[in-house]
């Protein structure tokens, strides 16, 4: 509980990678880390930040990403800066309020995953899964969208996107969008 890692490696021979189950990881850092195919099975991961690090196919499906704080009140906290989360498996993941800014997320599955709130900012979302998911109020500024069907999420009451992203998210859903020349 609240190490840190810098620049290590936790893969093995092949592509099979570290596996930490029933761990505590709150509070720990990993800057510039490879955990590249890593299982994080029933692992507390509450206000765990993880920075430039390769999680390409990482499986968090299991993972809690919160504490109690009371009978009630369960507080989530996590930070992925610019860390590479190509195929990793999010689904289902608890991730309100948390960060994923500047990641790469392209084919991970976050389906049913819970990104109230999310700081999704110049994240690549190209290709993910995102059946189910929820993103009220997330920001999206400066994603990579495309791909992305909002029909198919919980939720997108309040999603914030810049405006070059919405002629994207409206044509993946299918809308045509016709720009009105002032000029005529």
Known sequence: MGARFEDCRFTGDGAKGCTFAFSNLQRTQFSGCDLSQA???RTELFSVDMRECNLTGAR???ADF???LSRKNIETR?????CKLDVAD???AKLPG???AGCRLREADLSNANLTDADLTHSDLFQAILDGAKLTGADLSGAEVSGVNLMHLADFTGVKVSDDQMFRLLDAMGVEVRVRNNDA
């Open 39 to 41: 299982t994080f099975d």
């Open 60 to 62: 968090f499906s299991t």
């Open 66 to 68: 919160s504490r109690a």
């Open 78 to 82: 996590a930070s992925f800066h610019a």
């Open 90 to 92: 999010l689904s289902g």
């Open 98 to 100: 948390c960060s994923l």
